[in-house]
């Protein structure tokens, strides 16, 4: 039962936007949801300063509001400020000075607010969860940062262990969704904290519902565990090849490399192939080496003799490759739209090469002007396609979804009526 609402566990939403205008409309939707109490996200603070926490008082006034300042020093002065603007709760950094932290809740103290104390990056973070706690903070947030997140981590196992070690109520964060949040309830999180999966849902109060939903009744959700490789590919299944270069900074997308036909989305891992201007050996003997889910990524150089065409299309299909990518030319249009593979090349022409042999399969190759090493993540789609280099893989495929997922809400406020430049701000983000 929680610590906080013995009722029901507290869903604190992360108002991680850059907009007060946004955030007060966002956190609306929020809590017509069933979301609990209003963080003003660090993000926010940094863009609007403590003016957003005093605009989200007046709109909520009888909400509890998070101030999440990530205090490091100066803990007296600025827990006043978060005080005065409006704010209930003050975050603390728990890796901050035990001198910092202790003038935090004194002057909490003094001005009637509470202090939560934010694990992020703390070294041993059950021990300090427990200094702290001695310190006098009110709350400790088990907090994977969303950089953390992107590479794999998550703050549920040490969530475990410290609602064994600490009295005071045990807040979690970290990219959470229903299913996780249910699974943070049913291991004695008192709050759980959520910010991208609801504030840049498209239906807001649809994605806090159903957060409301399962951790009102955790014990009914299912929580599927799928390896890293298939959760890879999920992601980039679900992302687009823009979304993947903008998470790349505008890196990883091949250069005159175009889809042969529209609507086919390809993902999978680079089985890379070298070869000379027409010779097709390698690239057909790939075919046997590729496993399933493999894509063929072929570097030819010449746009007028094709070392690709309709039969090793068909072999594809035989051995479950997911695409093939040609820096050269392909063949047999006509037959490879029926056979249905995603193929994406320079060019179409009718020459076929020959069979020569020269070449490597799986070595380092260059392909559209991008480096292609074997296991690489490549993804095509109708807008080209974008190389993911596999140590990274994972973090870009996360990041990518937090690309789409901030789309998604742009493209709901453009929907209301705005444009473009009114969703982004532009004039007021222009380089001053
Ligand atoms: O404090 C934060 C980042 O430092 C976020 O507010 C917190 O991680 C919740 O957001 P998300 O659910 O997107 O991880």
Known sequence: MSKVDPTKPIIQVALDLLETDRAIQIAKESLEGGADWLE????????????????????????????????????????????????????????????????????????GVKIMADLISANDPVSRSMEVEKLGVDYINVHAGIDQQMEGQDSLSIMKEVVRKVNIPVAIAGGLDAASCAEAVNAGADVVIVGGNIVRSSNVTASAKAIRESVDSPSTVQITKISKDEEIRAILESVSTSNISDAMHRKGAMQDIFPMFEGEKMVGTAVTVQTFKGDWAKAVEAIDEAKQGDVIVIYNGSRHVAPWGGLATLSCLNKGVAGVVIDGAVRDIDEIRKIGLPVFATCHVPNAGEPKGFGEINSEIVCGNQTVNPGDYIVGDDSGVVVIPKERAYEIARRAKEVEKTEQRLFEEIRRGATLSEVMKLKKWEKH
């Open 40 to 111: 003003a996200g660090t993000p926010l603070i940094k863009s609007e300063g403590m003016d957003v926490i005093r605009k989200l008082r007046d709109a909520f006034p009888e909400k509890t509001i998070i101030a999440d300042m990530k205090i490091t020093d100066t803990g007296a002065m600025e827990v006043e400020m978060g005080a005065k603007a409006g704010a209930d709760i003050i975050v603390v950094l728990a890796s901050a000075d035990d001198s910092t932290i202790l003038e935090s809740v004194r002057a909490a103290r003094k001005y």
